[in-house]
Nanobody, 122 residues
């Protein structure tokens, strides 16, 4: 069982930055890969980035490459999503998930956080 709690969402102007956090807990948390997904109103949930607890290999969606950075703090059992140069199209609910290592399909992530809202104004 894995429990995930996101935080750090909010309202930011275009071009600004925001850092999301996801605290993971549970005995088997370290056995899963971690990912960030997002879902805009009326749209499907899409992959953003993924990371492992013991590797620096981190795939990103093309739409966020060179702007977003996923990272981890193993001591705090927490992953982060640093979002720079934010655009209005980045507006969405952002979800932290635990599942298959470096998977990009949401169906391969059985555990999800509650989501945190990110709104980017023009």
């Amino acid at each position: 069982q894995v429990q995930l709690v996101e935080s750090g969402g909010g309202l930011v102007q275009a071009g600004g930055s925001l850092r999301l956090s996801c605290a993971a807990s549970g005995r088997t948390a370290s056995n899963y890969g971690m990912g960030w997904f997002r879902q805009a109103p009326g749209k499907e949930r899409e992959f953003v980035a993924a990371i492992l607890w013991n590797s620096s290999n981190a795939p990103y969606a093309d739409s966020v490459k060179d702007r977003f950075t996923i990272s981890r703090d193993n001591a705090k059992n927490t992953i982060y999503l640093q979002m720079n140069s934010l655009k209005p199209e980045d507006t969405a609910v952002y979800y932290c998930a635990a599942g298959r290592w470096l998977a990009k399909n949401e169906n391969e992530y059985p555990y999800w956080g509650q989501g945190t809202q990110v709104t980017v104004s023009s």
